[in-house]
């Protein structure tokens, strides 16, 4: 499933033409107005990105509508897409905090502990 999430998509939704600039806007989680400048720009001066406008237009899958639950997973995966291992140390940083938290909680229950060993005598 993350290999759908991290491939390229014309974004018909968002899109003014044909999604080539909103789509490329999801990839790189730039906003799409300086997307466009920069299309627009190119063109101007040079008149080639027109064609790869088009040429990307033709080849190019349409996003599925369901692609992200919610605003916040689109961000993660933009951040998956820019830069892998970043997110990976990210994800990695954040099992090392849980795994840290859950050897406190199991000292705290495995220790000598009379309050505690006084409060679940009296539940029982």
């Given at each position: 499933m993350s290999g759908i999430r991290t491939r390229y998509y014309r974004d018909k939704q968002n899109?003014?033409?044909?999604?080539?600039?909103s789509g490329l806007a999801d990839y790189t989680g730039i906003e799409t107005l300086w997307i466009r400048l920069?299309?627009?720009l190119l063109t101007i001066a040079f008149g080639w990105p027109l064609i790869?406008?088009?040429?990307i237009a033709w080849l190019a899958?349409?996003?599925?509508?369901d692609l992200y639950a919610?605003?916040?997973e689109q961000k993660f995966w933009q951040g998956v897409r820019a830069n892998p291992a970043?997110?990976?140390r990210d994800v990695r940083a954040s099992f090392r905090e849980?795994?840290?938290r859950l050897a406190d909680i199991e000292l705290y229950y495995t220790s000598r502990n009379k309050r505690l060993e006084d409060e679940i005598e009296s539940l029982r």
């Open positions: 899109g003014k033409l044909a999604g080539v600039c920069g299309v627009i790869a406008y088009f040429v899958p349409v996003k599925p509508v919610s605003r916040e970043r997110s990976a849980l795994d840290r």
